[in-house]
């Protein structure tokens, strides 16, 4: 299983940035992909999640702003996250499970100055 992550970057408070997640090694559209963010000296928390019916849920202090997709045909997940701000920062990370355990992408760093 491979998860590699791109479209992390520096953004102005207030901007956007569009995630995106490429999977390949698992049955992609039966699988739940989610996006995580580990920000400096806290815990990973998981973002979104979106499940085989596209099916979404969202962390509560990213409701609003973020919007987790899929594209099945092209293996891909995707963050779309507005309205960012500086706590916002952190490395994202895409994950699913397989074969019962977790699989994790390398991580992409997004800042957002103030």
């Known amino acids: 299983v491979q998860l590699q992550a791109s479209g992390g970057g520096l953004v102005q408070a207030g901007g956007s940035l569009r995630l995106s997640c490429h999977a390949s090694g698992i049955n992609f559209g039966i699988k739940a992909m989610n996006w995580h963010r580990q920000a400096p000296g806290k815990e990973r928390e998981l973002v979104a999640t979106?499940?085989?019916?596209?099916?979404?849920d969202y962390a509560d202090s990213v409701k609003g702003r973020f919007a987790i997709s899929r594209d099945n045909a092209r293996r891909m997940v995707y963050l779309q996250m507005n309205s960012l701000n500086p706590e916002d920062t952190a490395v994202y990370y895409c994950?699913?499970?397989?074969?019962?355990?977790?699989?994790w992408g390398k991580g992409t760093q997004v800042t957002v100055s103030s």
């Open positions: 994950n699913t499970q397989n074969w019962g355990r977790d699989f």
């Open positions: 979106i499940g085989p019916d596209s099916n979404t």
